[in-house]
């Protein structure tokens, strides 16, 4: 089964909400993060692009950045840099919880930035649930 989440944000609004609220970003973000995005000339941008991608993770994850546990969630989830550069996934505390129940086994992000936007979008690999057979949920095959 396939979760997948999308999410746009403006860059210009990430970098007002931190110039007004330095402790934002370690609220958001892990220490990681943190030393990655602020390690880039233009730190916002990639501080955006990884809220995005910790929203789109969260619509996959069929919560949205809404529900019980939701707090400190997008700080469990962490969008690393993997060898060859490319965005890595992790999930930790409430949102692995979550995942767990959700039967995710592979976690697939991609980032993108274009003027004053970047959007995120996060597939989730779930292994199918086993409904009973003739159940409301049961999902049609074909």
Known sequence: MILQGIDIVEVSKIKK????????????????EREYCFSRPN??????????????????LG?????????????????????SGKPELSLSG???KIGRRKKVYQC???????GDYAVASVILAAKKPAYP?????????G
């Not at 730190?43 to 996959?60: M, Q, S, T, W």
């Not at 697939?108 to 274009?114: A, D, R």
């Open 17 to 32: 909400i931190m110039l007004a609220r330095p402790e934002f970003a370690a609220e958001i973000f892990s220490n990681s």
């Open 43 to 60: 730190p916002y941008v990639h501080l955006a692009g990884r809220f995005a991608a910790k929203e789109a993770c969260l619509k996959a």
């Open 63 to 83: 919560t949205g950045l809404s529900g019980d546990g939701i707090d400190g969630a997008l700080r469990e989830i962490e969008i690393t840099p993997g060898r």
């Open 94 to 96: 409430w949102t692995e």
């Open 108 to 114: 697939t992000v991609s980032i993108s930035h274009s």
């Open 133 to 141: 057979a003739g159940s409301q949920d049961e999902i049609p095959s």
